[in-house]
T-cell receptor, first 113, second 112 residues
């Protein structure tokens, strides 16, 4: 089955620790995205990548880092510099040239205490 | 700053009712408007609208875009409990696989 997987579904960390969220897709999509969703705020773009070995900051990149070493993988690291990391994180991908339709993974809920 | 505003924020209706969800936008560059349905976790794509006045329809759901007044509506007729979800509106600028700007969503609850 083609799709996007995110792991883990739930993640608990202590304040001050870095944590990496996984996102993998087997849709052969070029573009991948990370969003953060907080109650009442909709989805906000953290980072995106349109091609392997290249990525750009989104609207709220501070305290996060990404890599895109393989087409199918786009891991997100939430660093200790992120002041309010507890949130629901969604990964998405988009395929064909000029495609605006993004396909979303099931999300990871991160709780930092 | 690009802005997408959805209304109402939440809505409770009875099964069988018809609902209209609104999305207005103020963006620097506009290419398309997209609607997504988020039931529990992963948003799923519903519609993409690029041209004004052309209705897109899928079963009981339909949507239309007004590029002059900068808004879109999503209609759901004969609602069912399975329509309960958060409906997200997003605007895309020109470009390949572009960044989307999302609204805060409308939470719809359909009761028996």
């Amino acid at each position: 089955d083609g799709g996007i997987t995110q792991s883990p579904k739930y993640l608990f960390r202590k304040e001050g620790q870095n944590v990496t969220l996984s996102c993998e897709q087997n849709l052969n999509h070029d573009a991948m995205y990370w969003y953060r969703q907080d109650p009442g705020q909709g989805l906000r773009l953290i980072y995106y990548s349109q091609i392997v070995n290249d990525f750009q900051k989104g609207d709220i990149a501070e305290g996060y880092s990404v890599s895109r070493e393989k087409k199918e993988s786009f891991p997100l690291t939430v660093t200790s510099a992120q002041k309010n990391p507890t949130a629901f994180y969604l990964c998405a991908s988009a395929g064909r040239a000029f495609s605006y339709e993004q396909y979303f993974g099931p999300g990871t809920r991160l709780t930092v205490t | 700053e690009d802005k997408v505003v959805q209304s109402p924020l939440s809505l409770v209706v009875h099964e069988g009712d018809t609902v209209t969800l609104n999305c207005s936008y103020e963006v620097t560059n506009f290419r398309s408007l997209l609607w997504y349905k988020q039931e529990k976790k992963a948003p799923t794509f519903l519609f993409m609208l690029t041209s004004s006045g052309i209705e897109k329809k899928s079963g009981r759901l339909s949507s239309i875009l007004d590029k002059k007044e900068l808004f879109s509506i999503l209609n759901i007729t004969a609602t069912q409990t399975g329509d309960s979800a958060v409906y997200l509106c997003a605007v895309a600028p020109p470009g390949t696989a572009s960044k989307l700007t999302f609204g805060t969503g409308t939470r719809l609850q359909v009761t028996l």
